[in-house]
Every structure is written in C-alpha cells, then in structure tokens.
C-alpha cells in the first residue's frame, strides 16, 4: 500500500517519490530500476541533475509499465522564458524516452529577473493545455514568488517542493501554499542536506527521532518520512545505496502519535540547509543544460 495523493488538477501522485539530485548518471540507472523494483510509482529528477537519460532508462529496464510510474522533471533557470521553456520540454522527454511528463515545474524563483520565471510558467501552461504535462508547478517559491505568479498568470501551481525537514519546517509557507490549493512536496525530506553539507547537527543523529524510531522499531529516517506523510506532504528522499532504497520504502506500516508529530515538529531551527532562494541568479548558478 503506497499513500496517493490528489493534485489541485485531479492528477493522482504517489506522496513517496524518489529523489536522484547528486546521483551520479553511472549509479542512477540501476538506482531507478532497483527503486521501481521496490514498489516506488514516482521519480523525482530535473534538468539540471544531468541525469534524466538514465532516469528514463531504469524506468525502462524496470519493466514496470510507463503509464504506472509518476515522473516529475523541472526547468532550469537557463532555459526559462516562454519558448526555452517550451524547448527545455522537449530536451527533458527526449533525453526520459517519453512523450509526457507527468509533472514539470520551475526549479528556482529568479527573483531578480521575475519576468522571465513568469515567461517560464506560461510556458509550463501551455504544455499543460496541449497534453505535453499532466500537471505544473513550481519549486523553492515564498510566498511572496506565488502572490506575483499569480498576479500574472492563470493555472495555480499544483506543487511547490521546497526543503522541508524536521531541522526546516517551514510552517507559514506549507499554510500559504494549502491556504491556494498548493501541494507542499520536501526535498531533503530526511534531512540530508543536514549532514552532506557538513553541518554539526545531522537529522539522522538527533536524540528526539531516534527515540521515537526505537519506540516503533524504525529507523530515524523512516520516522522522518511517516511524519511527512502523516502531515499529508509528498517526500522525495534520495538514497542510493539498495538497502536504503529498500528502507525509505517501508513507512506504510506504522503510524505517529498526535504526540510524536508534534515532538517533530517542536524540533524546527528556523535555519535553512540549502542556498536562500533570493540569491538564485544566473550569476550566481552559470549551468547551462545540454541539448537531448
Ligand atoms: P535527502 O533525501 O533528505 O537525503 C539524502 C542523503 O541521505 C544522501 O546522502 C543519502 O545517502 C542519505 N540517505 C538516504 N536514505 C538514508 C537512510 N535511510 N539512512 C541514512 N542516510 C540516508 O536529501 P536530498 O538528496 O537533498 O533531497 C532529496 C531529493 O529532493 C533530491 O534527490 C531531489 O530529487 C530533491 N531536491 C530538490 C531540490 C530543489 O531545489 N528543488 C534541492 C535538493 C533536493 P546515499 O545516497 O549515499 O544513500
């Protein structure tokens, strides 16, 4: 059993998806397969994790059908603008091997240059209206980001994937993307970006979810991922090794306490992880993405 959840649109998405950001391209084949193989429906990747290819190829070698497994992809900030977006669409399905993507959405606000985000998701609504996507949303956008998207534009974004983790929880943005129909996905749902960046405080040692984890005989990552799911959240955690694939799969079988949510929840710093949205420029992030 695999929790589903409903986008603003009707679309139907598995709330676990797997994550393939910093998965090498000669690991992410097999690491896809093997994720499918598990029971997983939904793939996270994007354009600027320069492994959509072997994405589309563990799809493939799977053997699960093309029409049951969920693929999320996303724009890069070097192709937004309403054609490049239209183009970056066509780059992200040639090189998964597919003709729709089930879900596509901007990878960063560009507060400096907003005119172009803007362009990008008209872009986006475009690909939704002539079939080419099934759903669009957006990706590390405040609040402030959506009320000047939806000044401009007509679809409202199905998702909004944003670092959510016990250290980063984010509270008054997940309210204001609900308050819209929003569906609030975290990347670093098990807070990854709290140990691979070399910070002091690694969600996976802290005391609180390790305790829970023993009460429930679980590891802190699988409490992490119950908890977002539990809170109705989608969670995309990127593991490449099997045993942790294996591992971030089995969250359907145990439930938190009203207590337990709430003891997560008390854990938030305030302190984001990743790099603050405000500084997304093409200055700042120079990659450019290839052609399929
Ligand atoms: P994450 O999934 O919270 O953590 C990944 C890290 O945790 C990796 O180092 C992984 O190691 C390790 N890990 C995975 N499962 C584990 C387990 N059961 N026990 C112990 N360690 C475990 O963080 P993330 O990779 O930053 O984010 C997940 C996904 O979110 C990405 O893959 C990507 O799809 C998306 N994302 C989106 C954005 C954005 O701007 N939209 C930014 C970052 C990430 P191994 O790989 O060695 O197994």
């Known amino acids: ?82 054609d490049k977006t239209l183009h970056a669409f066509e780059k992200s399905a040639r090189k998964l091997g597919v003709d729709q993507i089930d879900l596509f959405i901007l990878h960063q606000p560009v507060p400096s240059s907003f005119d172009t985000t803007i362009d990008a998701y008209r872009g986006l609504e475009k690909l939704l209206a002539d079939g080419f996507v ?37 509270v008054e943005k997940q309210n204001v993307d609900a308050e819209h129909g929003v569906l609030t996905q975290a990347w670093s749902p098990i807070g990854g970006i709290t140990s691979y960046r070399g910070s002091s405080r690694s969600a996976f040692d802290d005391p609180v979810i390790g305790g829970i984890a023993t ?32 591992e971030n799969f089995e969250v359907f079988d145990f439930e938190l306490s009203a207590d337990e949510l709430a003891a997560i929840d008390a854990l938030d710093t305030g302190v984001r992880g990743g790099p603050d949205p405000e500084s997304t420029s093409r200055e700042t992030f120079k990659l450019e993405i290839p052609e399929a």
Do not use: C
Request: proline share 6%; aromatic share 8%.
């Open 134 to 170: 099934r759903a669009i949303g957006v990706s590390n956008f405040r609040p402030t980001d959506l009320a000047t998207l939806f000044e401009h534009t007509g679809v409202v974004p199905a998702v909004n994937q944003i670092e959510l983790h016990p250290y980063f929880t984010q």
């Open 215 to 246: 009460q429930h005989g679980k590891t802190a990552a699988q409490v992490m991922l119950r908890w977002h799911l539990q809170q109705g959240r989608s969670a995309i955690p990127k593991p490449t090794r099997p045993e942790r694939i294996a």
């Open 1 to 82: 059993m695999t929790a589903t959840l409903t986008l603003n649109n009707g679309v139907e998405m598995p709330a676990l998806g797997f994550g393939v950001f910093q998965t090498p391209p000669d690991e992410t084949t097999s690491a896809v397969e093997a994720a499918l193989t598990t029971g997983y429906r939904h793939v996270d990747t994007a354009a600027a994790y320069l492994n959509e290819r072997e994405v589309g190829e563990g799809i493939r070698r799977s053997g699960v059908d093309r029409s049951d497994v969920f693929i999320e992809s996303k724009v890069w900030i070097s192709d937004y603008g309403y």
